[in-house]
């Protein structure tokens, strides 16, 4: 039987339909999950609205950690830069230079100081094609690092990892997650732009999970 403290998660929520299956996944296997959304300056609030929303739908309390990039470095930071309208080819411009690495340091302080063992992350195969800090390779460096590093050895769950954009909505899915309530599109407004390449993914995801998205009128 597990202890109460190996039961108890910190999972990122960013409020987009990745990180919010992972939030599903970690509950149905059973994690107390208590979930962190950084305010890092990003172009738009609605993503830090909606994480907030999908806790609340879950269940689960949720803390907002206000950071600063002032260096900037990314389109999701800096106005001059422009978001990319179709995949790229490489590192995309919305990248966030070592943003994971900071978000998971964050995370497994919080973890640690509360007595969560595990840090959920929803790095996925679309993603570390483009962003070098969703690579396995990563993760398990990291991970490492944080069982070397910490007290209570706080280790990573990327239960994404393996899968595409539409594997991951068909899991989500089955588990109920709100996709409603989910915010993928690098602008912000009341409904998706439908131009960057996050919404771009996100269509061809649902499009081939055979899945209607109930952010689009079909």
Known sequence: ???KASRK???????????????????????????LIFDYGQ???K?????????????CPSRVVKIAFPWKG??????KIKIPEKPAAGIPSTYVPSRNIIFLSYASSFAEATGARTVFIGAHDQDYSG?????????EAFGKALRAGTRAKIGIAAPLIGMNKSR??????????????????????????LRCDSCH???RGFKEAGIQDPLVKS
């Open 1 to 3: 039987m597990k202890s």
């Open 9 to 35: 998660a910190v999972v990122l929520l960013s409020g987009g339909l990745d990180s919010a299956t992972v939030l599903y996944i970690a509950r149905a296997r059973g994690y107390l999950c208590s979930c």
């Open 43 to 45: 172009s738009h609030r």
């Open 47 to 59: 993503e830090i609205i909606q994480a907030a929303r999908i806790a609340r739908s879950a269940g």
């Open 74 to 79: 990314s389109a999701l930071l800096d106005r």
């Open 131 to 139: 962003y070098p800090d969703c690579r396995p390779e990563f993760l």
């Open 168 to 193: 991951i909505i068909l899991e989500g899915a089955k588990l109920g997650v709100p996709f409603g309530l989910t915010w993928s599109c690098y602008r912000g407004g009341k409904v998706p732009c």
């Open 201 to 203: 993914y996100r269509a």
